[in-house]
């Protein structure tokens, strides 16, 4: 009778334990998870790119003469890879070229004309005027002579009258001469010199003044035919040509190729969700997975958080773009290839995500810059 007893007694003690280990079971379940720490990640899509990349823009409305790069080809500095033609550049050129070899002339003549001027003392016929008068009166004396014995013979029927109206306009001419010889005898006591070299100055800096405003010109459409030719500012991959056919016209701004400097090393633009992206920080550690090869049998990508963008006319709920930049790959990164990203968060416990409120502050963040992006646009 006692047996039942005791089995049921020893059955309720079993029980009465288990009940214990289940509870400090679970006591123990939850205290580890409230104190266990995981490592969280936020999940993203970008595109492979170099950390150095030039975008290379046509500086004007063109033609295009000739194609001499490819994508995927390596160039060095200062290779061309597309030019372009403007013919009305041209003809303006020439067309300047011409009025500033205009403008030189006559600033050349100017400055003859001044020096003439200075040696001769008013210029040739000014310098000889004073000496001809003294000779055209004895001229005009000795004609008036010959006029009288003329007339007197005339008279007589000795001489004929055609005869003395040549001498008359002989003797007009010779007066005409000494009337101009002494009309510039008074100039130069006038001062006629200092109105000379006043006007021949003055042609001069007006001459100048158009010989520097066509030089400057003519060095702008330089630079500007200079500009058609689109070279490689660095060393490089031709990541893409943008323009296919000769002939084909280009817009002012339009983009017309890219190089990238691989030697500077490879970035990743990844846009993210705005779930825990204030747990994102400079430094953080990133693995990236890519359609070119298997992150199983090669390996992931891995990487460091080198800065947020948020466009500056985005919500702050929209998104980011998390620049990485790449630091390890089992195989080379293709430019312009797509991946996926795993940017990893700071451990934290499943009590502090319970907990944690946001301490996002967006002023913080660039709108429309990068951090930590040297290469250029």
């Given at each position: 009778?006692?047996?039942?007893?005791?089995?049921?007694?020893?059955?309720?003690?079993?029980?009465?334990?288990?009940?214990?280990?289940?509870?400090?079971?679970?006591?123990?379940?939850?205290?580890?998870?409230?104190?266990?720490?995981?490592?969280?990640?936020?999940?993203?899509?970008?595109?492979?790119?170099?950390?150095?990349?030039?975008?290379?823009?046509?500086?004007?409305?063109?033609?295009?003469?000739?194609?001499?790069?490819?994508?995927g080809e390596e160039v060095s500095e200062g290779a061309v890879l597309v030019e372009l033609s403007d013919e009305a550049l041209g003809r303006e050129l020439m067309e300047v070229r011409l009025q500033k070899a205009?403008?030189?002339?006559?600033?050349?003549?100017?400055?003859?004309?001044?020096?003439?001027?200075?040696?001769?003392?008013?210029?040739?016929?000014?310098?000889?005027?004073?000496?001809?008068?003294?000779?055209?009166?004895?001229?005009?004396?000795?004609?008036?002579?010959?006029?009288?014995?003329?007339?007197?013979?005339?008279?007589?029927?000795?001489?004929?009258?055609?005869?003395?109206?040549?001498?008359?306009?002989?003797?007009?001419?010779?007066?005409?001469?000494?009337?101009?010889?002494?009309?510039?005898?008074?100039?130069?006591?006038?001062?006629?010199?200092?109105?000379?070299?006043?006007?021949?100055?003055?042609?001069?800096?007006?001459?100048?003044?158009?010989?520097?405003?066509?030089?400057?010109?003519?060095?702008?459409?330089?630079?500007?035919?200079?500009?058609?030719?689109?070279?490689?500012?660095?060393?490089?991959?031709?990541?893409?040509v943008f323009v296919r056919d000769v002939g084909e016209r280009v817009e002012r701004g339009m983009l017309?190729?890219?190089?990238?400097?691989?030697?500077?090393?490879?970035?990743?633009?990844?846009?993210?969700?705005?779930?825990?992206?204030?747990?994102?920080?400079?430094?953080?550690?990133?693995?990236?997975?890519?359609?070119?090869?298997?992150?199983?049998?090669?390996?992931?990508?891995?990487?460091?958080?080198?800065?947020?963008?948020?466009?500056?006319?985005?919500?702050?709920?929209?998104?980011?773009?998390?620049?990485?930049?790449?630091?390890?790959?089992?195989?080379?990164?293709?430019?312009?290839?797509?991946?996926?990203?795993?940017?990893?968060?700071?451990?934290?416990?499943?009590?502090?995500?319970?907990?944690?409120?946001?301490?996002?502050?967006?002023?913080?963040?660039?709108?429309?810059?990068?951090?930590?992006?040297?290469?250029?646009?």
């Amino acid at each position: 009778m006692c047996e039942p007893e005791f089995e049921l007694a020893n059955i309720n003690f079993r029980k009465g334990w288990l009940r214990v280990l289940m509870i400090l079971g679970a006591l123990m379940l939850v205290s580890g998870l409230f104190f266990m720490r995981l490592d969280l990640v936020v999940e993203g899509e970008g595109v492979v790119e170099a950390r150095k990349t030039a975008r290379l823009y046509a500086s004007r409305e063109a033609r295009v003469k000739a194609i001499r790069a490819e994508a995927g080809e390596e160039v060095s500095e200062g290779a061309v890879l597309v030019e372009l033609s403007d013919e009305a550049l041209g003809r303006e050129l020439m067309e300047v070229r011409l009025q500033k070899a205009a403008g030189g002339k006559e600033l050349r003549l100017a400055l003859l004309e001044e020096r003439e001027l200075e040696l001769t003392g008013g210029g040739l016929e000014l310098d000889l005027a004073g000496d001809a008068l003294a000779l055209q009166r004895e001229q005009l004396a000795t004609l008036e002579e010959v006029q009288a014995i003329y007339r007197t013979l005339a008279e007589t029927g000795s001489v004929s009258r055609l005869e003395l109206l040549d001498l008359d306009a002989r003797f007009l001419a010779s007066r005409r001469e000494q009337l101009m010889n002494q009309r510039r005898m008074d100039l130069r006591e006038a001062g006629v010199m200092s109105v000379w070299l006043e006007g021949l100055r003055a042609r001069q800096e007006a001459a100048r003044a158009t010989v520097a405003a066509l030089t400057e010109r003519e060095q702008t459409l330089v630079a500007e035919l200079a500009a058609l030719t689109v070279r490689a500012p660095h060393a490089g991959r031709v990541t893409r040509v943008f323009v296919r056919d000769v002939g084909e016209r280009v817009e002012r701004g339009m983009l017309l190729a890219g190089v990238a400097d691989v030697s500077a090393g490879y970035e990743a633009r990844v846009f993210v969700g705005d779930r825990n992206v204030d747990l994102i920080r400079v430094g953080s550690p990133v693995r990236l997975e890519t359609p070119v090869f298997s992150s199983m049998a090669e390996g992931y990508i891995r990487g460091t958080v080198s800065g947020m963008v948020m466009d500056a006319d985005a919500s702050p709920g929209s998104g980011f773009e998390v620049v990485v930049a790449l630091e390890e790959w089992p195989v080379e990164p293709v430019i312009g290839s797509r991946v996926s990203a795993e940017i990893i968060l700071q451990r934290q416990g499943v009590a502090g995500l319970l907990v944690r409120k946001p301490d996002r502050d967006y002023s913080v963040l660039l709108t429309g810059k990068e951090v930590g992006h040297d290469g250029p646009e």
